[in-house]
Nanobody
Framework: QVHLVESGGGLVQPGGSLRLSCAAS????????MGWFRQAPGKQREFVAS?????????FYADSVKGRFTISRDNAKNTLYLQMNSLKPEDTAVYYC????????????????????WGQGTQVTVSS
């Protein structure tokens, strides 16, 4: 059974940093693209970042986080990361990791419909 478990969320002041992790178990995802999405209260879930199976290009970011967030992965640990710097109140949301198993070693997608497995999410709150 596949499990994705996010961690690292919490309360942080504006301008602060957090590092989210997504640990996968039950299967190795080293040959598949992965991504991060988020859902703010009262809003639809939106794309944040996605990464190639090998951790190299292409890597995609939402315009709202470009230059502040960095997605990475450690396939040996079956773990996905999201380093978030210069956090803003509008980054407050539940953050989800996901795996796209449609294509072996495929291009990472920005559409949540492309993703097959999802974690339960971790809350990130940016507030003073």
């Amino acid at each position: 059974q596949v499990h994705l478990v996010e961690s690292g969320g919490g309360l942080v002041q504006p301008g602060g940093s957090l590092r989210l992790s997504c640990a996968a178990s039950g299967r190795t995802f080293s040959n598949y693209a992965m991504g991060w999405f988020r859902q703010a209260p009262g809003k639809q879930r939106e794309f944040v970042a996605s990464i190639n199976w090998g951790g190299g290009s292409p890597i995609f970011y939402a315009d709202s986080v470009k230059g502040r967030f960095t997605i990475s992965r450690d396939n040996a640990k079956n773990t996905l990361y999201l380093q978030m710097n210069s956090l803003k109140p509008e980054d407050t949301a539940v953050y989800y990791c996901a795996v796209d198993e449609r294509v072996l070693r495929g291009i990472p997608d920005t559409d949540e419909a492309a993703y097959d497995y999802w974690g339960q999410g971790t809350q990130v709150t940016v507030s003073s």
